[in-house]
């Protein structure tokens, strides 16, 4: 028995965009590109660290537990 070639999955034609969507998207689109632009703009480079905390945050707890007891 020969079994039948399966029929061809139907192509999908892409539809086309109305005008509205296609103004909104480019918007967008042009929003989010300002977006990633002004986030280069401020990001910190890496070599730059945030500063230490202040000697009273650094003691050891061990200073700590003495001046309770």
Known sequence: MKAEPAAAAPVQVQRPI???????????R??????????EEHQVPAHIVAPSPP?????????DDQEEG
Request: proline fraction near 7%; glycine fraction near 0%; charge should be negative.
């Open 30 to 39: 042009a929003e989010a590109m300002e977006w990633r632009e002004n986030l």
């Open 55 to 63: 000697a009273e945050e650094q003691r050891p707890a061990e200073e």
């Open 18 to 28: 109305l005008p509205e969507f296609r103004t909104e998207r480019a918007r967008l």
